[in-house]
């Protein structure tokens, strides 16, 4: 089946995919990140200069099936970062949420999720001042849908959030990823993030985008990729690298 191929494909990114996990079957993705910036978005959208600042992360994220529709997400981390003013060095956030399969087939798969969040030390948007904010609400909507293109596998998943936030503005967000498997071993990804936050006065935008390549090893995949924010507004420019390992258990 085309949708088997990618099955948990977008759990390299923010929320995983669409398509449920097996029930007892679990997936684990530990992610290394490490972002850089001196120049941001003002809010006319205008790319200016700004004080240097550095975030790292390294978090672990874990998917389990408990049914055949219904998927345990969590995620937990440290993190550490300086700019002119703070730095910064703890626990990252600690989310916990469901994913419902609404309705799959071979195919495509629309699904729901609604989880919680805890902030942690560091930046918890990109906005933000590190350790600014405290609890976040998700509700999140995800489709997903595989095909072929020229003979090879290929999945687009598009998922829309609303997070409500304490400390923080609330937020919109809108994910899309493209995948592509050239070989049995080889997926690329190409992913964008777009997100609008909600507050008094200028509005803080972004659009993101993140291409990588992962390589499979046995039960074990391997993921490089490159993130850098390519505009907005009240937001900063930051770029950097993406390291994860996938394993399947």
């Given at each position: ?5 990618f099955?948990c494909l ?8 669409a398509?449920p996990v ?5 997936q684990?993705i530990t ?14 959208g205008?790319?200016i200069?700004i ?7 390294v978090?672990v994220f874990?998917e389990h099936?408990l049914?055949?529709?219904?998927t345990l997400?969590?995620k937990?981390?440290i ?7 703070v730095d ?8 916990l949420?469901?994913?419902?399969a609404?309705r ?11 989880g ?6 560091g930046r918890?948007?990109?906005?933000a ?7 976040d609400?998700e509700?999140?909507?995800l489709y997903g849908?595989?095909a072929?293109?020229r003979?090879?596998?290929v999945?687009l ?15 919109n ?12 071993k ?5 992913q ?6 909600d ?5 803080s935008r972004?659009?993101k985008?993140e291409?990588s390549v ?8 391997a993921q490089?990729g490159?993130?850098?924010t390519?505009?907005?507004?009240e ?6 690298v993406?390291?994860?390992l996938?394993?399947n258990?």
């Open positions: 089946m085309i949708a088997a191929a099955s977008s759990a390299g990114a923010a929320n995983a995919g398509w097996a029930p007892g079957k679990t684990v992610k290394y990140e490490w972002q850089s910036t001196d120049q941001g978005f003002d809010s006319q205008v790319l200069d004080d240097r600042r550095r975030d790292e992360a978090s874990v099936g049914t055949e529709r219904l997400q969590a937990a981390g993190t550490r970062g300086k700019d002119r003013w910064y060095s703890g626990r990252g956030p600690v989310e949420g469901l994913r419902w609404v799959r087939d071979d195919q495509s798969a629309l699904s729901v999720y609604l919680a969040a805890e902030a942690g030390e918890n948007a990109g906005y001042a590190p350790g600014q904010g405290s609890l609400l509700a999140r909507v849908r595989s072929t293109w003979g090879k596998p999945y998943d598009v998922q829309a959030a609303r997070l409500r936030r304490e400390g923080l503005a609330d937020e967000r809108l994910d899309v990823t493209l995948g592509l498997r050239p070989t049995r080889l997926l690329v990804l190409a964008t993030y777009a997100g609008h936050a507050r008094e006065g200028p509005d972004w659009l985008s291409i992962v390589r499979a090893f046995g039960p074990w995949s490089v490159w993130r850098s390519l505009s907005g507004r937001t900063a420019r930051d770029r950097g993406v390291l994860a996938w394993r258990l």
